[in-house]
Structures are given as structure tokens and as C-alpha cells.
């Protein structure tokens, strides 16, 4: 159990690329091969909660990801990344991240992807053959889904967001 700071821009950036091609939390940021499955809402400020937290490890295993700060331009050479190993929630809640607006955290596998931007929700893509099981280690999915549409309602029809929810219904129906 571990948590690691990176540094080598090259790796970084080689870590974003396998999952991420923007850090537009409303628009289109996976890379082709992950579904957009949920969002967490709400998070934490730019940290995930402890049940957001267990339902990517009951789905995919032991939490053996990256915390990238995303957003441009710091990425990748003035943000601050990590490398979790194992480690519990206790232990990623103790560690003192610095997060900017825009965070991802990237399976290490490139399984799976959680981009959290300055809306204060995180957006969830995940290999097709993990769908399921995280829709079922996650059966809060679909309240935080109708919580940031309660939410978004206060400010309108905002077209972004309301093709964003139905592409997410629509894949946790697949």
C-alpha cells in the first residue's frame, strides 16, 4: 500500500493518452473502447467518496491508479500526479493532494477512467466488459445521476449536460 508523487512528464502523459483524449467533463474526454457509464455527484471537492471509492475496487479489483491534475496547461509538467498502490481509503484521505479544477484518475490498466471537473462531479468511463460489474458494486448510480439533474435544472437547459445525462441512461441500459 503505497502512495507515490510522479514526475516524469513522459510517463504522464503516456498515462493520460491510453484514457483520455480532452479533460471536458461534459463533452467527449475517453478514448474510443471506454463507455461513459456514470458520474459520481457529488464528490468531494476533487476527491471521490468512500463509496465511490469501494464501488471502482469491488469492480475492478485492487485501486492500482494515478491521480493526474489535468487541466490545461498545467498538464502534465506544473501539475502534481500520483501513483496509488493498494491503499485504503483511509490512507488516500490522509494524503494531502493539491488538486487543480480538472483531476482524473486513471486505472493503471487504462480499465477505467474518473474525470472530476470544476462542476464538482466526476465523470465515469469504463471498459465494456466492466460495465456491469461496476453498475452493480454501484447501485447508487442512478441517485447521483437524478441528483446532478436536480441539480443542473437550477441553471437551465444547459445542452451539454442534458445530452450528457441521456448518453449515460442510455449506456447503463445497454
Not at 15 to 24: C, E, H, K
Not at 117 to 125: E, H, I, N
Amino acid at each position: 500500500m503505497s502512495i507515490l508523487q510522479i514526475t516524469d512528464g513522459q510517463e504522464l502523459t503516456q498515462i493520460y493518452r491510453r484514457v483520455l483524449v480532452s479533460d471536458d467533463v461534459l463533452g467527449a474526454p475517453f478514448v474510443d473502447g471506454l463507455v461513459s457509464i456514470g458520474v459520481f455527484f457529488p464528490t468531494r471537492a476533487y476527491r471521490i467518496t468512500e463509496p465511490q471509492f469501494h464501488a471502482l475496487r469491488a469492480a475492478t479489483g485492487p485501486l492500482n491508479c494515478y491521480i493526474l491534475e489535468i487541466e490545461e496547461p498545467i498538464f502534465p509538467g506544473e501539475g502534481r500526479h500520483w501513483r496509488l498502490a493498494n491503499s485504503s481509503y483511509e490512507e488516500y484521505l490522509q494524503h494531502a493532494f493539491g488538486f487543480a479544477l480538472h483531476t482524473a484518475y486513471v486505472d493503471a490498466q487504462a480499465r477505467w477512467v474518473v474525470v472530476i471537473g470544476d462542476d464538482q462531479f466526476g465523470r465515469v468511463g469504463i471498459t465494456p466488459a466492466l460495465c456491469r460489474e461496476f453498475l452493480q458494486a454501484f447501485p447508487q448510480a442512478e441517485d447521483q445521476l437524478q441528483g446532478l439533474e436536480r441539480v443542473w435544472r437550477n441553471y437551465g437547459n444547459h445542452g451539454q449536460m442534458v445530452n450528457l445525462l441521456a448518453e449515460l441512461r442510455e449506456n447503463q441500459r445497454r
